[in-house]
């Protein structure tokens, strides 16, 4: 069982979830409203895989492509083209909401931008011992141009991709398996405990489910 609360700092939106009172452990999740519809199945997924107990904090994202994204990037799919405002939403965790929480450890997870983002985030603050980045959008443009000459700080990152996402019919997208591979090598050279699943189907399949084995295997790891 889980108790849930609605925090709001600094005028967004954050969801906590607390499976038992003085939980050390303390994950952290950017979400949309699609997010939000699979929560009570993600957590149950992760209280099935880990035996320590957690708190997990949805926090609301009000714009997907532009809070996430840390540098501008063209339209890939629409019109709208990203944006870069993932140091502010970056410096809203660590300096807003991590204060007003209890943890010991910390993790950082996400699904598609947001994995992307988690990933960013370890690359550019020490605060996560952990990242779970489920199917993220690594084939943003530049991104393995800029992890190949940076180093994360996160003791233990987890990557995945459903196995269908490299099919896609969007050039740009379709990327997206050749650049995991890449950054799945790279972590690996750099000593960074990691591992890298594939999951059936495309992109938009079991998002929850793929979230909480990212989790789970982080908190099993650091």
Request: net charge negative; charged share 25%; proline share 5%.
């Amino acid at each position: 069982m889980t108790d849930k609360k609605t925090l709001h700092i600094d005028r967004r939106e954050c969801f906590i979830y607390l499976t038992e009172e003085g939980a050390d452990t303390l994950l952290v999740q950017p979400v949309d409203d699609h997010d939000l519809e699979g929560m009570d199945t993600e957590l149950d997924a992760i209280q099935k895989s880990v035996t320590m107990p957690f708190q997990l904090v949805a926090v609301k994202v009000n714009d997907w492509q532009t809070e996430l994204t840390p540098w501008k990037a063209p339209a890939v799919f629409g019109k709208v083209p990203f944006g870069d405002q993932a140091p502010e939403m970056l410096r809203f965790i660590t300096d807003n909401l991590l204060p007003e929480m209890t943890f010991k450890q910390v993790v950082l997870g996400g699904y598609s931008l947001a994995g992307l983002f988690a990933l960013w985030s370890s690359y550019n603050t020490d605060v996560f011992q952990g990242i779970a980045a489920a199917s993220p959008s690594v084939w943003y443009p530049d991104w393995i141009s800029y992890v190949g000459t940076h180093t994360p700080h996160a003791n233990s990152i987890y990557l995945s991709l459903g196995d269908k996402e490299e099919k896609a019919k969007n050039p740009v997208m379709a990327r997206v398996g050749e650049c995991i591979r890449r950054q799945y090598e790279l972590l690996t050279q750099q000593n960074v405990k990691t591992i890298f699943e594939w999951n059936e189907g495309n992109h938009f399949r079991d998002a929850d489910l793929r979230m909480a084995k990212g989790f789970a295997w982080v908190m099993n790891s650091i």
